[in-house]
């Protein structure tokens, strides 16, 4: 599988967004905590780091880009076949939890963390 992250493939729109949060399931990974849920359709992602904790932009985009790299780069952990020949496709919200910027090494991790724990749950 191409390691890209289209258009497509991000989660948009209030109504799935407000869907995801009421009626998906939570975990932490630490720096991230991540909300997920079932569905028929494509695989979809939100990344987020709220302004609350990060005032600049600039630091807001960087976490973002680093949680939507890491996702790209190890979707396939996700998406892989299992044993019954049916792929998995999930919503799911990435939110960027800690105080502090943490390097794309400890963010990588707990992005391959969290999707082998929805692989596995399934």
Not at 18 to 42: C, H, I, N, S
Not at 50 to 74: D, T
Not at 80 to 103: C, R, V, W
Request: aromatic share 10%; hydrophobic share 40%; with cysteine.
């Amino acid at each position: 599988m191409a390691n890209v992250f289209p258009k497509h493939s991000r989660l948009c729109g209030q109504e799935r967004i407000a869907a995801l949060y009421k009626q998906g399931q939570r975990f932490t990974a630490w720096p991230l905590r991540v909300t997920y849920m079932p569905t028929q359709e494509d695989t979809q992602v939100l990344v987020w780091a709220p302004k609350s904790l990060f005032k600049r932009a600039v630091k807001r985009n960087h976490l973002r880009r680093l949680m939507r790299e890491a996702y790209r780069l190890h979707q396939d952990l996700l998406t892989s076949h299992s044993e019954s020949g049916l792929t998995s496709h999930y919503l799911i919200a990435f939110n960027y939890m800690d105080k502090e910027e943490q390097p794309y090494a400890v963010i990588e991790k707990a992005v391959c963390k969290a999707l082998l724990k929805m692989k596995g749950e399934k």
